[in-house]
């Protein structure tokens, strides 16, 4: 018995052994990257504090000009099935925030909302483009309404692709008193050691799952995608940079009353079938914005401008049309 249960327990090291050694990766150098995938269209914008923002243009410049912000752990990427549908129409700035994408980790280590708006801002500046429109998914879409509170006359309209960043009354309380009562558990996360084993394991499945869950039609969960989504991961320095959003990073929530000072025509655009953020989170935006409008698109996840570009970018032509 004894000898049986020692052989179980060397077999099964065996296989933790294996399964940290096949998910562990180290640093992939910028110009490496880079070369893979900064194609086609893709720029770069070198920033006075160091920062590289990897970004876009595409369109027809005298038209009117949409910036695209991607969600969490997402990239601009995520806007190339919706853009071949838009370029007739309008001009397009995708862009990789800090942290993400071929942007990566900056000198400042400034991933905050502000510290996005500050790039937006700076990006438009140095294109020379005065009054642009913002979409946003998910993260992003939470730092485009931001935006447009900050600079309400340079937005002229507001698109949100199942948009976080607002909570109900109820959940910012208990926002707040988790951010005063922090659970041991997360205390734990936070350590250095864990963030150190997490620099480094990063299994391909977490990239798998991850698109997975962000799709209703598992077709658009495939590997060229998820293997693009595990190689900007791993880009020098992003790791870091995601982990410290992560882990003791959290941000302010906000509650639907700051929505109503909204002014920009908006469109809000989300899944039903979403299971990263419910369809009726969206509810508030229509809610407490005088003029939105909201479009809910069956058996569609959490990224409907990848999964239905086509009716994406019909709605958002339509949106622009009536206005």
Known sequence: MKKTLKWIGILTITILVMLVYSG???????????????????QFLDLPDGARIHFRDEG???????????????????????????????R??????????????TPTADYTTEGFIDVVTKLTNELGIEKFSIA?????????????LEFPTKVEGLILFASSG?????????????????????RLMDSALLKKFLHYYTPKFFATEGLKRSVYDQQFANADHANQFHDLVLLQGSRDAILSMTMGGRRKMYGPESLSKITAPTLVIHGEEDNIAGFERSLVFKENIDNAEIKIYPEIGHLPMYEDPARTANDIIKFFQDL
């Open 24 to 42: 562990t990766y180290l640093d992939v150098p910028r110009k490496e990257l880079e070369a893979k995938y900064a194609t086609g269209s893709s």
């Open 60 to 90: 027809k410049p005298e038209n009117p000009a949409i910036v695209l912000l991607h969600g969490f752990n997402g990239s601009l990427f995520n806007f190339e099935r919706l853009v071949p549908f838009l370029v007739n129409d309008f």
């Open 92 to 105: 397009l700035i995708s862009i990789d925030l800090p942290g993400f994408g071929l942007t990566g980790a």
């Open 136 to 148: 946003g998914n998910s993260m992003g879409g939470g730092v485009a309404w931001r935006y447009t």
């Open 166 to 186: 607002v909570g109900s009354k109820e959940d910012v309380k208990k926002f707040d008193e988790r951010e005063n009562n922090t659970p041991i558990v997360w």
